[in-house]
């Protein structure tokens, strides 16, 4: 398991920790892995779920630190979305 996917669920477990977020997302680290999130859980999984984020290491690595917005990396096409789209608006605020 690599120490990026580590990194990430620490730090995404820590902002799920804090929000109502009910839904279940998908982060794919493009050549590291996924994480899911559903049930208030974070894991190292590859699952079916209502929405995929899928980006670079660095790119999720700017969302979390607070210094690039997942609408900005969509807009620019740092990160593409596939599933609700609503839903992956919700995440802003959960990720920011």
């Known amino acids: 398991m690599s120490d990026i996917l580590k990194k990430a669920q620490e730090q995404l477990s820590t902002k799920f920790a804090d929000s109502d977020f009910d839904n279940s997302v998908k982060f794919v680290i493009n050549g590291e892995g996924a994480l899911s999130y559903s049930n208030g859980e974070v894991t ?9 984020l899928t980006a670079d290491a660095d790119v999720f690595e700017d969302i979390l630190a607070g210094d690039l917005d997942g609408a900005s990396a969509f807009m620019s096409g740092k990160m593409q979305i596939d599933g609700d789209m609503g839903l992956a608006m919700q995440l802003g605020q959960v990720l920011s």
Request: proline share 0%; charged share 45%; no cysteine.
């Open 44 to 52: 190292i999984a590859d699952e079916d779920t209502d929405v995929t």
